[in-house]
């Protein structure tokens, strides 16, 4: 089974201040992803990457960058964090492009005072 | 408008009861998928389903794609099934999934 993990599991910021998420794979996946999840919007993609040193942007990526420095670790950066921004966080990894099956993170919890 | 979107929104069964979840796409269909979400935990794949059935054990998945939809079933549920299940597909134009809202599935004892 896949492991990825994602820290910290609860973060609590200011507005304004930068917020940084890790999350970590261990199965040499190619593909990973970062997804948040609101009540009524169910998970949206903020970015996702192809490999180590490539990112891109999903469809709500205004507000968040990401690194992907090597294949195992990728993160998402908040470089001034809103109110807006208070939600649960979900990395995900993956294999087979287009068909793949996803093994997603525990989650990280974010509150932007 | 939403691309994915699932019915219910919500179902409460009492143990033992038979499920049926809905997921209606209005973009052309490359994958489906369907993961649960343990209560205020992570996602798990349930099933990879592009088109046809699928069964895993209890579960049992069918996408019809010409009708733009894909449902899951749980036969005899039980209280561990309690969850959210959602749907994902990933549509021709690239390999993002995109999520339904979820179905918020509440088995009672």
């Known amino acids: 089974e896949a492991a990825v993990t994602q820290s910290p599991r609860n973060k609590v910021a200011v507005t304004g201040g930068k917020v940084t998420l890790s999350c970590n794979q261990t199965?040499?996946?190619?593909?990973m992803y970062w997804y948040r999840q609101d009540t009524g919007h169910g998970l949206r993609l903020i970015h996702y990457?192809?490999?180590?040193?490539?990112?891109e942007k999903g469809d709500i990526p205004d507000g968040y960058k990401a690194s992907r420095p090597s294949q195992e670790n990728f993160s998402l950066i908040l470089e001034l964090a809103t109110p807006s921004q208070t939600s649960v966080y979900f990395c995900?990894?993956?294999?087979?492009?287009?068909?793949?099956?996803?093994?997603f993170g525990s989650g990280t919890r974010l509150t932007v005072l | 408008g939403q691309q994915v979107q699932q019915s219910p929104a919500s179902l409460v069964l009492q143990e033992g009861e038979n499920a049926e979840l809905q997921c209606n796409f209005s973009?052309?269909?490359?994958?489906m998928q369907w993961f649960y979400q343990r209560p205020g935990g992570s996602l798990v794949s349930l099933f990879y389903n592009p088109s046809g059935t699928k069964h895993s054990g209890r579960l049992t998945s069918t996408t019809v794609i010409k009708e733009r939809r894909s449902s899951l079933h749980i036969s005899s549920s039980q209280t561990t099934d309690s969850g959210t299940y959602l749907c994902a597909l990933v549509n021709n134009a690239g390999a993002k999934l995109t999520f339904g809202g979820g179905t918020r599935l509440t088995v009672r004892p």
């Open positions: 199965n040499n996946h190619n593909n």
């Open positions: 995900a990894s993956g294999d087979h492009w287009g068909g793949e099956t996803l093994y």
């Open positions: 973009t052309s269909l490359n994958s």
């Open positions: 990457s192809y490999g180590a040193g490539s990112t």
